[in-house]
């Protein structure tokens, strides 16, 4: 009974309560807040006073407490004192009785020979067989030890001179860094810290005032490589060195086409020369990017974007490509021309420079009111100087010819014409090379100027008389109202007592071909109006009609009206008359087909064979 008693009291306890569980809403604000207000009251009942009055009375209590421990007799405390020392005695005598009864009954179960051999009081014994090492064992272990420690050393050894030898080169690596960096630092380039890579730095070669997109990519980032040489980091969008190339056709012939710059080799070349060649690249991307914006605007001037390629018409029915390549498409150049197109590239790269140039004005400028309304990018003028250029050109040469022509045609007949021109504007200069050393000048903002500026040219006719004397001004443009060139033709003076005095002082033609047409007819009138006052032809020869050239007479010997009418055409002067019942018709043109070489002059051929 008493066994059973004593095995439960030592038994450990087993609680097969549920795990408590915490009532999560009795730990949420709002309860503790009603559980406060419920046993303090509300916080606004809570005062200064009422809290000073609350811990007074605490500190009452912990007196009152205090002092009725003092009060207790000392007689009871000594008598607690002893009753707890004799059960502790009682309970030591009882725990060594029961050792002693317990280490009695563990000898009885051992053996003599166990006895003898484990002393008594000993918790285990292991039985091990001693170890007999001889002497050369030992030296051998000795030996091994040594060589183990050697080997420890050599091997901490190397590896310290492993990081020495790696400590020198990152040393000599970055020697060559920052020599190179402040190579940059002297060439005067600029260098930024990366917006989000504060220990890195890069250098800008994009132009403060480029698009948004290609002036965050000209920050390039200055990495440190394995050898200690710069490597430049441009970005993950960067796919190669590209260049702008510009190829001129003539009816699916290529006549033309610009060099390829030349691409530094990335081990033999210097970092200034990648840095340009990154420089380069990037704004040839940009280049070609406007060139797509303003090719939206040109369509009615016949520009076209196809296949990635920006086409605009140029000069004698030829077009022109310009399209943007890598670098590693190389083709061949021996057997065409490269200086136009070497031109346009120039001329092109020299528009957009001016164009940051102006923006960079814009920005320096007051700012605008603030509006709703977002901010507008401007199109850069490119291509618009090009075409305009190429337009005049053509004019004027077209022009030009006709002048010539009529020129030559006068002096195969003896009479005599000019042509005097003026030039206002660079658009006088012959070709894109004219305008592109025009442009080479000392000042960066003027470089762009002989090719912006306004495509003017005057021309100065002096008629076969001499007293007739038109000015002719080409001015070309083609944004609004304009779309092209704009031909006047103005009288300074004219011969008197022609119709040329009667005449509008002023025209403007809207073709090439119905100034020419003009042009012929009036050096015709003022051809008639000087033969009248040259030669003798009497009072009886007048003129038809005013703005007719043809002159008449009665005769009344042959009871006709004779007649005699001249007139300027393509092929030649041509004379027709009817005189005295005979007709002819005679003709003064620079082939030579038509003109004898013993045919006299307008005015001798008049007086000899019609007077």
Known sequence: MD?????????????????????????????????????????????????????????????QAGRNAEDSPAEEEGQDVQAKGDELAAAREEIIKQVGHGTKAAESTISPFLKEVVPGGSIGVDVMQSSQRSAAQETSDAVVNLGWRMQALTRSADSLLGSATRLNQDMEGEIAYWEEILTLKEEKWPLHRLPREKNTLGVQVGFADAYTDFRDRGLIALRNGSDGKVTLDRGSRWQGDKHLQIRVLKNGKLL??????????EDGSTLTQR???????????????????????????????VDGCVCFPYEDGSQAEVRLVRMDDEEDLSQVDTAVPDALATILRLLLSQSHRQTFERRSQRPPAITNAPPVRPVYPLLRPIIEHTH??????????????????????????????????????????GLLSASLGPIAGSLAKPITQSHHSQMRLILPSKQSVFMLDVHTSILPPTFGSVLQLSTVSAIPGSALVDMPNSLRFPTVEKLQKHILYVATLDLIADLRSSLTLGPDWTQSFPFEAKLIRRNPQFREVEHMSISLEQQGLVLQWHIRGQSGRQIWSTTG???????PNLINFIKGKIC
């Open 392 to 433: 005049h050109s053509s004019t004027m040469k077209t022009i030009t010819g006709l002048l010539d022509h009529l020129k030559s045609t006068m002096s195969a007949a003896g009479l005599s014409f000019t042509a005097e021109s003026t030039v206002l504007a660079a658009s006088g200069r012959t070709g894109l090379l």
């Open 275 to 305: 840095l340009v060649m990154a420089r380069n690249s990037l704004f040839d991307e940009e280049l070609y990017h406007e060139l797509n914006r303003e090719a939206r605007n040109l369509v009615n001037q016949g520009v076209r974007f």
């Open 593 to 599: 087909s038509e003109t004898e070489n013993d045919v």
């Open 3 to 63: 066994t059973s008693t004593s095995t439960m009291a030592h038994s450990p306890s087993v609680s097969l309560r549920a795990w408590p569980q915490v009532d999560e809403t009795k730990e949420s604000l709002p309860f503790l807040i009603a559980r406060i207000n419920e046993q303090k009251g509300s916080f606004r009942a809570i005062t200064e006073a009422s809290l000073e009055a609350e811990i007074k009375a605490v500190e009452a209590e912990e007196s």
């Open 256 to 265: 033309a086409m610009n060099k390829q710059p030349i691409r530094p080799v």
